[in-house]
Nanobody, 117 residues
Framework: QVQLVQSGGGLVQAGDSLRLSCTASGRTIVVQRMGWFRQPPGGKEREFVGRVMWGSGDTIVTDSLKGRFTISIDNAHNTGYLQMNNLKPEDTAVYYC?????????WGQGTQVTVSS
């Protein structure tokens, strides 16, 4: 059974940094790509943050977050990372990773990031 397990997150102050992790586990794991999304509080829609292509390492970060958020991978450990710097209160959200693995999509459990002003 394939799983994506997230770690990281928490309560930080504006200007701080956080790194979220997302590790794929299960039988015959072949990750094609991994995306990061976030859902702000108050019933707002889930937003795309960025994604990484596993084979090439090519990354995309949504324009509004470029310069503060970066995505990377540790291929040997089937782990993707979302590095978030200079966090702002508007970055407060539940963050999710999603992986395309073996042609199917899987989601992490989500992790709360709260940024206080």
């Amino acid at each position: 059974q394939v799983q994506l397990v997230q770690s990281g997150g928490g309560l930080v102050q504006a200007g701080d940094s956080l790194r979220l992790s997302c590790t794929a586990s299960g039988r015959t794991i072949v990750v094609q790509r991994m995306g990061w999304f976030r859902q702000p509080p108050g019933g707002k829609e889930r937003e795309f943050v960025g994604r990484v292509m596993w084979g090439s390492g090519d990354t995309i970060v949504t324009d509004s977050l470029k310069g503060r958020f970066t995505i990377s991978i540790d291929n040997a450990h089937n782990t993707g990372y979302l590095q978030m710097n200079n966090l702002k209160p508007e970055d407060t959200a539940v963050y999710y990773c999603a992986g395309e693995i073996g042609g199917s999509d899987y989601w992490g459990q989500g992790t709360q990031v709260t940024v206080s002003s």
